[in-house]
């Protein structure tokens, strides 16, 4: 079978339909260490972009990956990282390499760098970015996103606005919520989202296991407060809640082990889903699955009455403040 190492699923996104996922960064490297991430803590919280990697063997990766899940298996390649994807220096060059193959290529940012010339560039090159708008309050967003310090969210948001008004794409926006951090003064985040003018704002709730134990989804009473706000400004027909599960992913077209453990770093699964995935690929998938887990390559988490698998790698470290306490961000 194919070895893959920055490319995992396919997934079935509740955005993009059959996502091609590309983990772009060598472990958890961002610009937030948001309290709801399905990766876990930020291992390095930083502003700085590099070239993590060698793109040519991203998109050869990808290439690889496409022939292997065989034409029609994918409507988007993803870049999709366990971090922020725009940190990694060569992001354009990669996606102009992978919209070659003949494939749409989506973009999922946190949009804290949107304010940067380049960065916005990079994004503009793919044919779907969704950006993340969960706070319009500078205290909500120092609580929930955790960001960087040198990060000011009247900078993020400016770049998110200046982005939208050049962007030739399909933008969306994803408002994650959770309970009693970001649930009240909805119709403030309503408001800025409707100034993006998205094809489709999603309203987002933990399914997955977060980086804090704390984190819980709103109620439904609170989920309905929250579509009407945004409904009011955008229209229903612009507004979704992703307050579900995805559905099982595909069984692998390339080597399980590395398929397991490549997803579970980015797309954390439910561990019923990851054994049907298994069956009939590998001779016993609880064994895999146990033997990873004895060997810590994976952990196997309790998450809302669901078991998970997570593969985190690394501890919180900074090129500023840690992700616990980025108090010093100012508006």
């Not at 496409?66 to 870049?79: M, N």
């Not at 590395?258 to 997803?263: C, D, F, P, Y």
Request: with cysteine.
């Amino acid at each position: 079978m194919v070895g893959l190492e920055r490319v995992f699923g396919p997934v079935f996104s509740r955005r993009l339909g059959r996502s091609l996922g590309v983990n772009n960064l060598p472990g958890k490297i961002c610009t937030y260490s948001c309290v709801y991430c399905q990766a876990g803590r930020t291992a390095r919280l930083t502003v700085e972009r590099a070239a993590f990697c060698d793109w040519r063997e991203v998109v050869e990766e990808v290439d690889r990956a496409l022939r292997a899940v065989g034409a029609g298996g994918v409507d988007y390649v993803t870049f999709v990282p366990s971090g922020e994807p725009l940190l990694d220096a060569n992001l354009g060059r990669a996606v102009r390499a992978v919209r070659d193959l003949g494939v749409r290529v989506a973009i999922l940012t946190n949009a804290s760098l949107l304010w940067r010339e380049d960065c916005r560039a990079d994004a503009a090159e793919a044919d779907l970015v969704s950006v993340k708008v969960d706070a319009a309050s500078v205290g909500v967003w120092r609580a929930l996103n955790r960001p960087h310090p040198q990060l000011r969210l009247s900078q993020v948001l400016e770049g998110l606005l200046e982005f939208s008004r050049g962007f030739g794409g399909t933008l969306i926006t994803e408002t994650m919520l959770v309970d009693g951090v970001n649930t009240g003064g909805l119709e403030a985040v309503a408001e800025l989202v409707a100034r993006l003018r998205p094809s489709k704002a999603y309203i987002s709730v933990p399914t997955r296991p977060p980086a804090e134990p704390h984190v819980r989804p709103p109620g439904a009473a609170k989920l309905v407060e929250a579509f009407r706000a945004f409904a009011d400004r955008l229209g229903e027909g612009r507004v979704e809640l992703l307050n579900l599960p995805e559905p099982p992913p595909p069984p692998p077209r390339w080597d399980p082990v590395a398929w397991l453990t490549s997803t579970a770093s980015v797309h954390p699964l439910r561990l019923e889903h990851a054994l049907a995935a298994l069956e009939g690929v590998v001779d016993d998938p609880w064994e895999v699955i146990s033997r990873l887990e004895s060997e810590g390559a994976v952990e196997v988490v309790e998450y809302s009455g669901a078991r998970y698998i997570v593969r985190r790698v690394g501890s919180a470290a900074s090129d500023g403040a840690g992700p616990r306490d980025p108090a010093v961000s100012t508006v």
